[in-house]
């Protein structure tokens, strides 16, 4: 040390990046005082070195702990082989460990597999950041492929997501049953939509789509479309579907014409239809309570947060210090009221905004519908109106709401 006292150039990175985080993300950037090193991704193809710190490592994972403290073989050198992790997922979960934040580097492309890292090393914290983010890119034609992903993850935060994924389902159940994503869902998955009372199409719309996964599901299996087989497929999903509730030519026509039911099946439907007597059946023979449901519609409110995309969402508190609003997935409180606007604030301007329907999607301005002033957006060639969202309420408290008004 120089007999002034300064520190010498190879120290000033000291000054430079002040605050335990700064420091520790520093530390992991250069590697400096590292202590073990990750070559990660050989099943990827290029192979990434990663200099990390065992204590920073150990105090985060009780996995890494065991690796580090636990007199591993494999681990009494100073370099780790991890195969099958994808290298930009490792470096994310890395920058996590040392600094508590995945900042904006959680991507569609490698939010899953930062997932497979949380759980690999048991990261919770870190799993519930890459959830959240997943809820929100969450839309009709990804939501069951999703859950698919997630719902082998022993954690705590999966049910809660999983049945996100399910409630949109059903709301937007036509357009989850057509999605490519819902023929390459697993038995198991199926039965989950399948089994959910409160789905929002017709019944035949919902066999039709199961008849479509059988079908597919036999194609992969190399197996022959038959009636036998397609039941071999669908398994107890079958029993789920309320073939009581369609008409004889919808029964004729679909199930009858494909073998899938049996011509006793048929026959106790036919009777159980038009007989006096009703004899027991296999199916379920109610409505499902989400075909009784219709739509009310609620003016919005969007925000603009830092990061300078619109969003919409709804008033939730007025407190002295700020406005907070329920976006989805998550509330943000802003502090300048001004950045609270209308929809047809944005609308008017032409500007992109995020538009409902049944999830928020990038829109622009279309035109004013003729009905009062509600605005239109175009997303694609499909109209939807955003000076409004809808939400789904049922007939019963529809009515009461109205008793209520007009009282």
């Not at 090193?37 to 985060?60: C, Q, T």
């Not at 819902?182 to 989950?192: A, D, H, R």
């Not at 996964?213 to 497929?233: D, I, K, T, Y």
């Not at 802003?334 to 829109?363: C, P």
Request: charged share 25%.
């Amino acid at each position: 040390m120089p007999k002034n006292g300064s520190t010498t150039a190879a120290a000033d990175w000291r000054r430079s990046v002040p605050g335990i985080s700064n420091l520790l993300h520093h530390a992991l950037e250069t590697g400096q005082m590292a202590d073990v090193e990750f070559s990660v991704g050989r099943e990827y193809g290029d192979v990434v070195i990663f200099p990390a710190h065992k204590f920073i490592l150990s105090l985060n994972s009780d996995v890494f702990n065991a690796m580090f403290n636990g007199g591993l073989p494999e681990t009494r050198g100073k370099s780790i082989d991890i195969t099958e992790v994808l290298p930009d997922a490792f470096s994310i979960m890395l920058v996590y460990m040392y600094t508590g934040s995945v900042e904006d580097s959680l991507r569609v492309e490698n939010v899953f597999h930062v997932i497979y890292c949380a759980d690999k090393y048991n990261l919770p914290l870190l799993m519930d950041l890459c959830l959240q983010f997943v809820l929100i890119q969450l839309e009709p034609d990804t939501c069951l492929a999703y859950l698919e992903i997630i719902k082998p993850y022993p954690h705590d935060s999966v049910p809660a997501f999983m049945e996100k994924c399910l409630e949109i389902a059903d709301a937007l159940t036509e357009t989850v049953l057509r999605s490519e994503q819902f023929l390459l869902i697993s038995q198991n998955t199926l039965e989950m939509v399948v089994q959910r009372e409160t789905l929002s199409a017709d019944e035949n719309s919902i066999y039709t789509a199961v008849e479509k996964w059988a079908v597919e599901a036999c194609r992969r299996n190399n197996l022959r479309p038959s009636g036998n087989n397609r039941r071999q497929m669908l398994g107890s999903v079958l029993f789920l579907v309320r073939f009581p509730l369609l008409t004889d030519a919808q029964l004729v026509n679909g199930p009858a014409k494909s073998e899938l039911l049996s011509e006793s099946e048929l026959l106790a439907l036919y009777k159980y239809k038009h007989a006096i007597v009703k004899p027991p059946l296999a199916f379920p023979t109610e409505p499902r309570t989400g075909c009784g449901w219709t739509l009310q519609c609620h003016e919005r409110v969007f925000v603009q947060p830092e990061d300078a995309n619109w969003l919409a969402g709804e008033v939730s508190g007025i407190e002295d210090d700020g406005v907070t609003v329920q976006l989805v997935g998550r509330s943000v409180t802003i502090n300048e009221r001004d950045q609270i606007v209308r929809a047809s604030d944005i609308l008017k301007k032409g500007q992109a905004i995020l538009a409902f329907d049944g999830v928020w999607k990038t829109a622009k301005y279309y035109s004013i519908a003729a009905e009062r002033d509600s605005h239109v957006v175009r997303i694609g060639d499909q109209k939807v109106a955003v000076g409004f969202v809808y939400i789904r309420i049922s007939r019963d408290e529809m009515a009461a709401r109205k008793a209520a008004h007009v009282g």
